[in-house]
């Protein structure tokens, strides 16, 4: 692959990983109001149920956490790699991972 190959499709990979965080995002989002809601209901089925979907969530909230880390580059010699990191870490504390 040369080097133009690589700066073009620097944006795309750039635009997977924000729709990754996004994704993320969403899931957050549920998965705290499905928690909010456990042990509310008097009925035991209702209950077992929303701890289902938010366990659920929880877990797709890590599959994709572990695909992000994936696509993120992890050579440092580039000079992007630390941008990309601080840039991650940063979306992930904002959702509380």
């Known amino acids: 692959m040369s080097d133009d190959d690589e700066h073009r499709s620097d944006p795309y990979e750039r635009g997977r990983r924000d729709g990754l965080r996004l994704a993320l995002a969403m899931l957050a989002a549920e998965e705290g109001k499905w928690a909010a809601l456990v042990g509310e209901s008097p009925s035991w ?13 929880e877990v797709a909230q890590k599959r994709i956490h572990t695909v992000l880390n994936r696509m993120t580059p992890s050579n440092a010699d580039s000079g992007d790699g630390e941008a990309i990191s601080g840039e991650l870490a940063a979306a992930l504390d904002k959702i509380g991972l």
Do not use: D, G, P
């Not at 089925?45 to 969530?57: I, S, Y």
């Open 45 to 57: 089925r209702t209950n077992q149920t929303r701890e289902v979907r938010r366990k659920m969530l």
